[in-house]
């Protein structure tokens, strides 16, 4: 019997990485479970793409919360209940507090839509795209307490596509869905 890493996915937005990577753990092509999608977004997409494939989502707002401690341990609560092993950040657009760093430890990844450490934080493509680079790219890394810094696990490059950014914009999309599913791939499937 295969074993399935409990995991929980984090996600602000539309939610097409957690889309690929529950599409992927569908396919049994990732040994994990997705038990929570976590969001700190009430109207974010990924509550209706987790909803349709029937994974529970917890909105947590921090605005909710008169501290980031608070805010965090409401979160840490719903992960220990569900016996989560993994948090996979996918578009979640914060930065994650000791409080969670110190419950999961390196067991916490993250998707950046550039070859880091060039362009961490909001809007990476934007930035590559205003820079001019000719190249440009997608990292999985291990979340720590910086924005973006944490060690390296995948990278894959992306030529910027005719100094388009909706052109380019789909280009590092589709590679994402990818690289993360290697990534995952490569951390559970023992
Ligand atoms: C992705 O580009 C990811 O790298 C970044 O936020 C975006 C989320 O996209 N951190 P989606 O919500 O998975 O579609």
Same mark, same amino acid.
């Given at each position: 019997?295969?074993?399935?890493?409990?995991?929980? =996915?984090?996600?602000?937005?539309?939610?097409?990485?957690?889309?690929? #990577?529950?599409?992927?753990?569908?396919?049994?092509? #990732?040994?994990?479970?997705?038990?929570?999608?976590?969001?700190?977004?009430?109207?974010? &997409?990924? #509550?209706?793409?987790?909803?349709?494939?029937?994974?529970?989502?917890?909105?947590?707002?921090?605005?909710?919360?008169?501290?980031?401690?608070? &805010?965090?341990?409401?979160?840490?609560?719903?992960?220990?209940?569900?016996?989560?092993?993994?948090?996979?950040?996918?578009?979640?657009?914060?930065?994650?507090?000791?409080?969670?760093?110190?419950? &999961?430890?390196?067991?916490?990844?993250? #998707?950046?839509?550039?070859?880091?450490?060039?362009?961490?934080?909001?809007?990476?493509?934007?930035?590559?795209?205003?820079?001019?680079?000719?190249?440009?790219?997608?990292?999985?890394?291990?979340?720590?307490?910086?924005?973006?810094?944490?060690?390296?696990?995948?990278?894959?490059?992306?030529?910027?596509?005719?100094?388009?950014?909706?052109?380019?914009?789909?280009?590092?999309?589709?590679?994402?869905?990818? =690289? &993360?599913?290697?990534?995952?791939?490569?951390?559970?499937?023992?």
């Amino acid at each position: 019997m295969v074993k399935l890493i409990p995991i929980a =996915v984090f996600a602000s937005g539309s939610g097409s990485n957690f889309q690929a #990577i529950a599409e992927a753990i569908e396919q049994q092509e #990732i040994h994990a479970k997705i038990e929570l999608v976590i969001t700190d977004k009430p109207d974010a &997409y990924v #509550i209706q793409r987790a909803e349709s494939k029937g994974i529970p989502v917890l909105v947590v707002r921090p605005k909710a919360f008169e501290t980031k401690e608070a &805010y965090e341990t409401e979160i840490l609560n719903a992960l220990k209940e569900r016996e989560i092993e993994w948090l996979v950040l996918a578009g979640y657009m914060r930065l994650i507090g000791p409080t969670l760093l110190g419950a &999961y430890g390196s067991k916490i990844v993250n #998707i950046h839509p550039s070859l880091l450490p060039s362009f961490p934080g909001k809007d990476a493509i934007g930035q590559a795209m205003a820079h001019g680079v000719k190249v440009t790219g997608v990292t999985v890394h291990y979340v720590d307490e910086g924005m973006d810094t944490g060690a390296i696990i995948m990278q894959r490059a992306v030529e910027v596509i005719d100094g388009d950014r909706e052109k380019t914009e789909a280009a590092i999309h589709a590679v994402e869905h990818d =690289v &993360y599913k290697k990534s995952l791939q490569f951390l559970f499937n023992k």
